[in-house]
């Protein structure tokens, strides 16, 4: 049960005293309602502000190529507002309480985009949100850290934004705070595991193993005799860069992760006229 959770620290008591007060005020407007279920919800039910929705979108960088899934959608006002204010070509709320994904889709018809979003009551946890492109959250940092393998596993470049809470030991490729809250984005890295070929020129190929720990790697590249280090390796998204130590000097990698192969990237000045793909 969540509360228990709750109680561990400090900032989520905060987040379920400010949850208890939204709870109070919803059940007075609704009159004899019975109180939401918070017991049964892994995240208790607590708006992000306005701009703080923006600010998060704006991270994401959210456009019209994109489509948005919020988990745990509330009142709909992230999914909403990644179609109205930024021209996302669609959005998905995943909403486990029916009455918030109700006040969602009245509140869509409003914004008058109820055509290009919706809602539906759903656990996050069996939601299939692999079609996002940007992935919103404003949950609790276990639940995060559950969603966390479902994330990693989403296509490289995939956004996710979280508001207030982190990835445990996944380090955001940025962090701001905004007054006492917290935003967090990660874009989900390409994934670099097993052995690659490099080729360059007319030199003899050379066998790249990389290990990677999610954004970050490093490893050893090696070819007949010669074993050389890999350093300093960073993904964002598709795009990687790492350093190779050879006798010669430091020689610099920028490339594209594009299925089985990395092209050089454009533009970076580091080594051309190589590629790589994996064995
Ligand atoms: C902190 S609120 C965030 C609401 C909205 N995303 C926002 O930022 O304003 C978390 C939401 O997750 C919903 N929720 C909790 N457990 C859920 C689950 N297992 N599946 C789907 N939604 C859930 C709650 O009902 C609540 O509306």
Redesign the pocket.
Known sequence: MWVSRALGGVAIAAFFMG?AAQGAERQARAGAEAPPAYTE????????PGAV?ARMLELADVQASDFVY??????G??AIAAVRDRGAKGAFG????PR?VDEARANAERAGVSGRVSFEV????TTDFSRASVV????LPDVNLKLRPTLLGMPAGTRVVS?QFDMGDWAPDLHERQGRRNLYLWVVPARLHGKWTLQQGQGDDLTLEFDQRYQRFEGAASGGAARYQIRDGWIRGNEIHFQLYKESGVHHYAGRVEGDAILPLAGWGGEEGWRARRQ
């Open positions: 949850a919800l892994d995240v208790p039910y607590v708006q992000t929705v919020d988990l745990g959608s509330g009142d006002r992230i995943v909403e486990i309480d918030l759903q656990d996050l946890f919103t959250m404003y949950l508001h």
